[in-house]
């Protein structure tokens, strides 16, 4: 049974057009979590919420925002794509912040940017 | 910066061999490291994590703070563990998420 369910799993959007990638999750765990993972790279986190609470990474672009309106969903917005900005996003979960606990991710959602 | 280095891009053994992957971190305080799997086709998943201090699959990793290593063992590789394997640490006081090495592909051939 998937826990944590990213749509769509492959995206293309225009260069400058906004996308949304959505993550949904039925462990209703308190922080919810965006990474990007460009090819042969860690995955870098882009910011998560902690509840309500949104806490974003200092070196991630302006143009990548979220929203979570509820403890089950999470959204990225990417307002303007550019060609940098194709690459694997990953949506994760988990019980607590910190890493103490086991982290659930989605399957991943691949950008392609034209 | 806080880093968590995987040396080897790619590891290729044969069914049956030991099996190695390195990890080395750079860290602050008591560090919490991790090891994620991910097969093909599949998400990105917990395989075992240093305070366990369990096996899982075969596999087990030992925190040597000394050499800051946490390197990954099985000591017979089957078809079945081929895969991603990350590497992983707490953020301990600098943050509040998962940091990742870049990764080890693990091809297991008869």
């Known amino acids: 049974d998937a826990m944590v369910i990213q749509n769509p799993r492959y995206q293309v959007t225009q260069f400058g057009k906004p996308v949304t990638l959505s993550c949904s999750q039925t462990?209703?765990?308190?922080?919810m979590y965006w990474y990007q993972q460009k090819s042969s790279q860690a995955p870098k986190l882009l910011f998560h919420?902690?509840?309500?609470?949104?806490?974003n990474e200092a070196d991630t672009p302006d143009n990548f925002q979220s929203r979570r309106p509820n403890t089950s969903f999470c959204f990225l917005d990417i307002r303007s794509p550019g060609l940098g900005d194709a690459a694997m996003y990953l949506c994760?979960?988990?019980?607590?912040?910190?890493?103490?606990?086991?982290?659930?991710f989605g399957q991943g959602t691949r950008l392609t940017v034209v | 910066a806080q880093r968590v280095t995987q040396p080897e891009k790619l590891l290729s053994v044969f069914k049956g061999a030991p099996v190695e992957l390195k990890c080395n971190y750079s860290?602050?305080?008591?560090?919490?490291l991790f090891w994620y799997v991910q097969y093909s086709r599949q998400r990105l998943q917990l395989l075992l994590r240093?305070?366990s201090r369990e096996s899982i699959k075969g596999f087990t990793a030992d925190l040597n703070k000394g050499e800051t290593s946490f390197h990954l063992k099985k000591p017979f590789a089957q078809e079945e563990d081929s895969a991603m394997y990350y590497c992983?640490?707490?953020?301990?006081?600098?943050?509040?998420?998962?940091?990742f090495g870049k990764g080890t592909t693990l091809s297991v051939s008869s």
């Open positions: 994760a979960t988990s019980r607590t912040p910190g890493g103490e606990t086991e982290a659930f």
């Open positions: 462990l209703n765990h308190n922080v």
């Open positions: 919420y902690y509840d309500k609470d949104f806490n």
């Open positions: 860290y602050s305080g008591s560090p919490e």
């Open positions: 240093h305070i």
């Open positions: 992983a640490r707490g953020p301990g006081q600098a943050g509040t998420a998962l940091i």
